[in-house]
């Protein structure tokens, strides 16, 4: 696994890439998207043993997201907006189709990659993520942050977020100190502009099951059992209108990619290489 910087026309985004073992069966690369103030760092658990199935695994920061520089223009972080981004890195990686997986508001960027058909998608999987807008506490987090960092965001209001808001939780949540020092420099590290913007894209994504429905793409929908985002069954039947197959991670919770990884590198693996393996035809009666 290595650090990369990933050179696209809409600029330059930061990327955590794992490569098969030397000799190793190269299957079709996998692209990770991650969420909201997420970053690349948000899949290391899934890695290395997606890689050691024989597929290189490419996971990014999203323009605006901690070691990726930010748009010149604010009115790009739209859902749109980054789609485009992520379609500029899937060409820019010039592996072919890509299996692509959007963690939470990932999954809402990721599927307007995958309804503008920008770039060939071999599969789609939504990892924690809806149909709409997020809700609950969550959704008061988002407006909290926006409240926050004002109509004129900047670096000075972003560390006053962490000072105000975020800085006591994080030491009192038990996380190891390199942990809590890492989260730290990745939330002052986001372009104030990105937060905002995608909090209120967040906050209001309309429903698009229908139009990523009508894509031929074979999809995939993941959660962990007790996700506190979008709750269970929201997702499930977000799952039945696309089509999608299901799997839900026993003992997860929003980040199943984190909590346990390794479930959940085996139900990836095993999605794509369905995917990936041609149906037989039926034998002659």
């Not at 000075?156 to 977020?161: C, I, K, N, T």
């Not at 800085?167 to 990105?194: C, K, Q, V, W």
Request: include cysteine; hydrophobic fraction near 45%.
């Amino acid at each position: 696994m290595r650090r990369t910087d990933v050179a696209t026309p809409l600029g330059t985004v930061a990327a955590l890439t794992a490569l098969p073992a030397a000799g190793g069966c190269e299957l079709q690369p996998a692209l990770l998207v991650p969420g909201f103030t997420g970053s690349k760092e948000d899949f290391i658990g899934l890695l290395q043993t997606l890689a050691q199935a024989g597929r290189s695994v490419v996971a990014i920061d999203l323009p605006g997201q901690y070691e990726s520089p930010g748009l010149a223009d604010p009115a790009d972080y739209t859902r749109a907006g980054l789609g485009r981004a992520v379609a500029a890195v899937a060409a820019a990686l010039d592996h072919g189709p890509v299996h692509l997986l959007g963690h939470s508001f990932g999954g809402l960027v990721t599927r307007e990659t995958v309804i503008e058909a920008r770039v060939p998608v071999l599969s789609f999987t939504l990892m924690s993520s809806g149909p709409s807008a997020i809700g609950g506490a969550r959704a008061s987090d988002a407006r909290r942050l926006v409240a926050a960092l004002g109509r004129t965001p900047t670096r000075e209001h972003v560390h006053a977020l962490w000072a105000d808001h975020l800085d006591a939780p994080a030491r009192t949540s038990g996380l190891p100190d390199e942990i809590y020092a890492f989260l730290r420099a990745r939330m002052l590290a986001n372009h104030p502009d990105a937060l905002v913007r995608m909090a209120e894209e967040l906050l209001s994504a309309p429903d698009r099951t229908l139009d990523l429905a009508a894509t031929d793409v074979p999809k995939l929908v993941v959660y962990g059992e007790n996700d506190d985002a979008w709750p269970a069954e929201v997702q499930a039947t977000m799952a039945e209108h696309l089509g999608a197959q299901r799997v839900v991670i026993p003992g997860a919770a929003h980040s199943p990619n984190v909590e346990a990884p390794e479930t959940t590198a085996g139900a990836l693996t095993a999605f794509w290489n369905r995917v990936e393996t041609p149906p037989r035809p039926a034998a002659a009666s």
